[in-house]
C-alpha cells in the first residue's frame, strides 16, 4: 500500500477542503458582522425616526421653539403662530434654493435642510421672523430671509 502524502491528487483535495472551511468560516463571520450592522441600521432609524430628535431633545426637556419648527410639517408651521413667519421665510428659501439648483435635487435637499436648521437655531436663540420680503438690487430682486429682532 502506497502513503496517500505523496499522492499530488491527495494532497490537492486536502487543500480544497482547507480552503472550503475556510470560506465557510470566513461566511459565518460575514454573517455575523451583517446581523451587527442591521441592528446598528434599525437602532439608528429609530434615532432618527425621533426616538431622540436631532436637536437633543430628550426625555424630561421641554421642546425649544427651534425644536417644534424642526418637527413640524409645513403646513403644521404655518398654522402656528409663534412659527408662520419663520415658515414664510424658510418657504422663500426653499424658492430659492430650488432655483438656485435646478435640475441637482441632491444639492437641493441638502439647501434647504441646511436653511431649515439655520431657522431653527434663529428660533433657539430667541430670535424672531419678519414676514419674506424680497428687495430691489443692482442684479434685480433679491430675497431677504433673516432674523429681525431678539436676544442672544
Given at each position: 500500500m502506497s502513503d496517500d502524502s505523496d499522492d499530488p491528487v491527495m494532497a490537492l483535495l486536502a487543500t480544497q477542503r482547507a480552503v472550503l472551511a475556510a470560506v465557510e468560516n470566513l461566511a459565518g463571520q460575514v454573517e455575523a458582522m451583517q446581523a451587527k450592522v442591521d441592528?446598528?441600521?434599525?437602532t439608528l432609524a429609530q434615532l432618527v425616526a425621533g426616538s431622540v430628535g436631532a436637536s437633543g431633545a430628550g426625555v424630561g426637556r421641554a421642546l425649544t421653539l427651534g425644536d417644534r419648527f424642526r418637527q413640524a410639517t409645513d403646513k403644521e408651521a404655518a398654522a402656528d403662530p409663534e412659527l408662520r413667519s419663520a415658515q414664510g421665510n424658510y418657504i422663500v428659501a426653499q424658492a430659492i434654493a430650488n432655483r438656485l439648483h435646478k435640475g441637482d435635487p441632491e444639492s437641493v435637499a441638502r439647501e434647504i435642510a441646511r436653511v431649515?436648521?439655520?431657522?431653527?437655531?434663529?428660533?433657539?436663540?430667541?430670535?424672531?421672523?419678519g414676514p419674506g420680503k424680497v428687495r430691489g438690487g443692482e442684479k434685480g430682486a433679491v430675497a431677504v430671509v433673516e432674523p429681525i429682532q431678539g436676544v442672544e
Amino acid at each position: 500500500m502506497s502513503d496517500d502524502s505523496d499522492d499530488p491528487v491527495m494532497a490537492l483535495l486536502a487543500t480544497q477542503r482547507a480552503v472550503l472551511a475556510a470560506v465557510e468560516n470566513l461566511a459565518g463571520q460575514v454573517e455575523a458582522m451583517q446581523a451587527k450592522v442591521d441592528a446598528m441600521g434599525e437602532t439608528l432609524a429609530q434615532l432618527v425616526a425621533g426616538s431622540v430628535g436631532a436637536s437633543g431633545a430628550g426625555v424630561g426637556r421641554a421642546l425649544t421653539l427651534g425644536d417644534r419648527f424642526r418637527q413640524a410639517t409645513d403646513k403644521e408651521a404655518a398654522a402656528d403662530p409663534e412659527l408662520r413667519s419663520a415658515q414664510g421665510n424658510y418657504i422663500v428659501a426653499q424658492a430659492i434654493a430650488n432655483r438656485l439648483h435646478k435640475g441637482d435635487p441632491e444639492s437641493v435637499a441638502r439647501e434647504i435642510a441646511r436653511v431649515r436648521e439655520w431657522i431653527a437655531d434663529q428660533l433657539d436663540r430667541g430670535r424672531v421672523f419678519g414676514p419674506g420680503k424680497v428687495r430691489g438690487g443692482e442684479k434685480g430682486a433679491v430675497a431677504v430671509v433673516e432674523p429681525i429682532q431678539g436676544v442672544e
